[in-house]
């Protein structure tokens, strides 16, 4: 940092700016999923701000290129918006930043070997996400032991691990285990860890400036890849055949390969020789966890974060919501400072207060009709207008029936309501199509946990 803008710190429109960056932190944080919050909008920071024009640091080309082109707008609108006036706004890469906001909360950054004297593949870990701090209860004790027997022996015990599961599950907490445990544990192996989207940017970057082979090397040398959310892959074939062969290349080497994402592999729409691959290994789902271990989390993070609940409270917020944990998290922050600010004691009338409205609809999404239709055509790789169609062929007469059956499981519709969902059809011929399901999930196992799975996907939505 210079003098100048040493002195800009005491300047009042940079203390209004810096006001209006902790506000716009505070809306990103909630729209933009956790890692990429953490490692590439928590770490930058505003530089300075002269005339009209705003600088912001940050401290990786990676992190440069997500803000400009991800961000910028709707950064720009809210300090605008609250320091009212219009502003250009430029993101600057600013080689050794000095840590920003919270120092005790900065990720640690994995090991590179001394010949990468440019950007390392691996994105950030948080020490935040270890497994002294993830509580294990019977929808995720499979996935946590073996990540746990993975970072005590990489590359001999589970290859791959596919851990799968919806949003705000601990997926990624996991895998941030993983990687610094096994750092600790070998302190020379090379870990990697990347989402899927962080994969796609390097490889076509890699393409743009004529470093295929550069790209290759490096992937090539890592001990411990963990791809996080490899569900942004699909539909990208050029990225998705470099996956592939990255894959191969390093599990044949007898190096791990730790892999999550939000759905299981047989619904994942990417090349059945990766599928395949995948299935090879080690598959762990993480359901949202039951009440007991809601509450234990919440004791854990409230204990972590100093916050004195009671247990009244804690039952309430573990039974307001129960299908997130990165919202349960949240609820309980969210109390917590409405506390403070109230200067006043947290009660359970208080948190019902404060959480009922927001938390209570978010933990119930609304589900309609469209919502199930579409899953499942997704699930049997057909149209809609097939299930609402004519069509008596058996391929969409069953998925057509499960989506009657799942309306009526999932939502409020009436009978003769679901039959004109699916273009007019008589409340008869929807009771029909429920019955005929309700029979074979009682006599089909595999087709009653395909029809649960698809359920939970339903519930669980995707949005977050
Ligand atoms: P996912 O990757 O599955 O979407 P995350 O790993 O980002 O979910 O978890 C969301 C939040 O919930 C994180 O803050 C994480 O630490 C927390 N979390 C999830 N599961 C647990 C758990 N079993 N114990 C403690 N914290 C958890
Ligand atoms: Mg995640």
């Known amino acids: ?31 933009v999923n956790k890692p990429s919050f953490e490692s590439w909008i928590k770490t930058a920071r505003p530089l300075s701000i002269e005339g009209n024009t705003v600088r912001i640091a940050t401290n990786s080309k990676f992190a440069k290129h997500w803000l400009e082109s991800k961000h910028i707008g709707f950064i720009r609108d809210i300090l605008e918006s609250d320091m009212g006036t219009k502003l250009t706004v430029k993101v600057e890469l600013v080689e050794s930043q ?6 005790e909360k900065l990720p640690t950054k994995p090991k590179s070997s001394p010949k990468d004297n440019d950007e390392p593949i691996s994105l950030p870990l948080n020490n935040q996400y270890n497994f002294d701090n993830f509580v294990v209860g019977p929808t995720n004790r499979l996935a946590h032991a073996c990540a746990m027997a993975i970072a005590e022996n990489p590359g001999k015990t589970y290859n791959p ?42 490889y076509v970057n890699s393409l743009r400036e004529h470093k295929a082979a550069e790209f290759r090397r490096k992937y090539r040398s890592i001990d411990v890849w963990l ?19 990255t894959y191969n290349a390093i599990y044949d080497m007898g190096k791990q390969i730790v892999l999550t994402s939000d759905r299981p592999p047989k619904d994942l729409r990417l090349d059945t020789r990766l599928l395949s691959r995948f299935e090879c290994g080690m598959i762990a789902d993480i359901a949202p966890p039951d009440l007991e271990t809601r509450m234990a989390i919440l004791e ?3 204990e972590y974060e100093h916050i004195a609940l009671s247990n009244d409270v804690i039952l309430y917020i573990a039974k307001l919501i129960t299908s997130n944990v990165r919202r349960l998290e949240s609820a309980l922050i969210q109390l917590h400072a409405y506390a403070s600010l109230m200067k006043t ?18 933990a119930a999404p609304v589900i309609d009709a469209q919502k199930v239709q579409l899953e499942v055509a997704n699930k049997f790789n057909i149209d809609i207008s097939d299930l609402k169609g004519k069509t008596r062929s058996a391929d969409i007469v069953m998925p057509r029936q499960i989506a009657m059956y799942l309306i009526r499981e999932l939502t409020d519709y009436s009978l003769p309501s679901i039959g004109k ?6 409340h008869s011929t929807v009771l029909h199509a429920c019955k005929k399901i309700e029979e074979k999930l009682t006599s089909d196992k595999s087709f009653a946990s395909m029809v649960n799975e698809l359920a939970r996907l339903i519930r669980e939505g995707k949005n977050c």
Do not use: C
């Open 1 to 31: 940092m210079t003098d100048k803008q040493l002195q800009l710190g005491e300047d009042d429109a940079f203390l209004a700016l810096q006001n209006a960056w902790q506000h716009a932190l505070e809306v990103l944080a909630e729209q």
């Open 98 to 103: 000095e840590p920003a906001i919270l120092t």
């Open 421 to 426: 969902a699916f273009g007019g059809r008589d």
């Open 345 to 362: 004691s947290v009660t359970p009338t208080l948190a019902e207060e404060v959480l009922s409205k927001h938390f209570g609809e978010e």
């Open 300 to 302: 854990t993070k409230a």
């Open 227 to 245: 791809v996080d959310d490899i569900q942004f892959l699909v539909g990208k074939e050029r990225t998705e055949e470099e996956f592939f062969h």
């Open 161 to 202: 691990l596919f851990v799968y599961g919806g949003p705000g599950l601990g997926k990624t907490h996991l895998m941030h285990a993983v990687g610094q445990t096994a750092m600790t544990n070998f302190p020379g192996m090379k870990v990697a860890y990347v989402s899927g989207e962080a994969f796609t940017y390097h």
